[in-house]
């Protein structure tokens, strides 16, 4: 065949030609897969990872209010009340322990309980005491209640003893309050009295 002829041939890629191209086909669709895995795995950090923004994402047709943000804490303060000495002729006890939502979301309660008989809790907020909670199995508990601290609210636990309540007893006491809420740290916060009952 002449030198002519070839010229005026149409250029028809060989196998190793092809090969090369399709090899920088497949190089491009990798690199754009991961540069838009790359994007996505950005953004998901920033909407879900920490620090991110808590607003909601808006509906159609308008805007909602943004998600609530932030951690609550529980504190209860003192942890361990010191009673002293407990004199049973004296009757009941009634004691006051400061609460409050040192964290960065409203602090939900919703249940409380004690460790014995003899003892129940009732919490006070903004002025309003709430029911009172004795120990699980000694007569009804209150059902359906919750009280919302929001950061940095105040309340207070009312803990009340009966020195009576197991007859003529002298000796050391231990008794616990459970406060359940939706603190992640400590959903089940415990505070305790302690002191010696005498005549």
């Known amino acids: 065949m002449s030198r002519k002829k070839r010229r005026g041939r149409a250029y028809r890629p060989g196998r ?5 191209t399709a090899g920088r086909v497949r190089v491009l669709a990798a690199s754009a897969l991961v540069l838009a895995l790359a994007a996505g795995g950005y953004l998901l950090f920033r909407w879900l990872g920490p620090g991110a923004s808590s607003a909601a994402v808006p509906a159609s ?3 909602s209010p943004a998600a609530p943000s932030g951690v609550p804490a ?12 407990v004199s049973q002729a004296a009757g009941r ?12 979301a409203d602090l939900v309660i919703t249940d409380m309980e004690t460790s014995c008989g003899c003892t129940r809790a009732a919490l006070v907020v ?11 199995g000694h007569g009804p508990q209150p059902a359906g209640w919750s009280a919302r601290l929001r ?6 636990l009312l803990v009340e003893y009966d020195p009576d309540a197991h007859g003529i007893y002298r000796g050391p006491i231990d008794r616990a309050v459970l406060i359940h809420s939706n603190d992640p740290r400590r959903p089940q916060a415990e505070v305790r009295l302690a002191g010696v009952q005498v005549p």
Do not use: H, I
């Open 74 to 85: 529980l504190t209860v303060t003192p942890s361990v009340y010191d009673l002293g000495q």
């Open 126 to 136: 903004d002025g309003r005491t709430g029911p009172w909670f004795g120990m699980r």
């Open 16 to 20: 190793r030609d092809r090969r090369r």
């Open 93 to 104: 006890v009634t004691v006051r322990m400061a609460v409050s939502n040192t964290g960065t």
């Open 61 to 63: 047709g308008g805007s």
């Open 151 to 156: 950061p940095g609210q105040k309340a207070t």
